[in-house]
């Protein structure tokens, strides 16, 4: 699918071709852009979070665009088990992975997915996204990696471990500037960033393999760290696309599983995200859980806030134009 945003309107087609340099030449004459970028997704977020990760980046780009025209195609690895509703949707709107060549891609957002097995290397789509942090590496300017994805990729490059964390990483955290770089250029400080993990990469294990870390928290630790190669690659450990109620919808994901058998612990609140009322009225609903265990009680799942400041999408927008701008300029 190809989707093609300027800064008043979304044009969008099915199953175009590649975008030709005459092609790209004349829809930034049509719309009197400064250029047009190609960017493909790589979207491997579970089927329960497909479309919104579709909508988020969307909306991002869009925003960060400016007087640019942005070409947005979407990949999945095939690797990655969907259900019959996502692979249709994977088959109506997603190209191959074997096709990203014939793309002609500036740059590349590569998501994280849904961690299975205790290893890395033990997941079934391990052997493609490694192919793909090597594509990514001589075929882009520029590449982003998210969550797991940037787990996976370091791992891949410099053997660099992610390690388990005693409880999940979910919740909006204060991240602080660590050192400068235009990826970060005319963001305010702290920024509130949404994480969402069950492993972390450290510091001092980046900073060993020749990584810079440009933003960190003091509660959820490496925020986004950079390291330039053939492409310049970027990566998240937290979520700055993800929109206000992001991580409500996955608490509640999660407390359904808890209720329906599938987890054995009860999910935690997300830090520093719902507002009091909210956190009380959620605290009188575990014990319920744990004392009435059964999946009809998700119909009682109680009403929720989210803390007033918090920026969904603010520090994202103004990197997301950073990252543009640096592949326009190169």
Not at 60 to 74: M, N, Q, S, T, W
């Amino acid at each position: 699918m190809s989707l093609v945003f300027d800064k008043h309107r979304l044009v969008s087609a099915l199953a175009l071709p590649p975008t030709t340099l005459r092609q790209t030449r004349a829809i930034a004459r049509r719309y009197n852009a400064e250029t047009v970028l190609r960017i493909g997704l790589v979207n491997n977020m579970p089927d329960s979070a497909l479309q919104a990760t579709e909508r988020q980046f969307k909306v991002l780009l869009k925003a960060a665009a400016g007087k640019r025209i942005v070409d947005l195609r979407y990949f999945s690895l095939s690797s990655v088990k969907r259900s019959l509703p996502g692979q249709s949707r994977i088959e109506r709107y997603y190209s191959r992975i074997a096709d990203l060549s014939r793309f002609r891609l500036d740059g590349l957002i590569v998501t994280g997915a849904e961690p299975n097995a205790p290893f890395l290397w033990q997941e079934p789509y391990w052997g493609e996204l490694a192919d793909l942090v090597d594509w990514a590496n001589t075929n882009t300017r520029s590449t982003i990696w998210s969550c797991l994805a940037a787990h996976a990729a370091v791992l891949h490059l410099d053997g660099v471990e992610r390690r388990p964390l005693s409880k999940k990483c979910s919740g909006v955290f204060d991240c602080s500037k660590v050192a400068d770089d235009w990826m970060i250029q005319d963001l305010a400080f702290p920024l509130k960033v949404s994480h969402s993990r069950l492993n972390e990469l450290k510091r001092s294990d980046l900073a060993a393999r020749g990584y810079c870390v440009l933003t960190e928290s003091p509660e959820a630790g490496v925020d986004v760290f950079v390291k330039r190669l053939s492409s310049h690659f970027i990566f998240f450990q937290g979520h700055p696309e993800y929109d206000s109620m992001s991580l409500s919808r996955e608490y509640r994901r999660d407390v359904g599983r808890f209720l329906a058998g599938v987890r054995d612990s009860y999910p935690a609140i997300p830090s520093g995200y719902f507002d009091a009322e909210t956190e009380h009225r959620l605290a009188v609903f575990q014990r319920r859980a744990h004392n009435h265990r059964k999946p009809t009680l998700m119909a009682e799942f109680p009403r929720i806030a989210v803390h007033e400041n918090i920026m969904s999408g603010a520090p994202a927008k103004v990197m997301f134009t950073n990252w543009l701008r640096y592949l326009s300029e190169h």
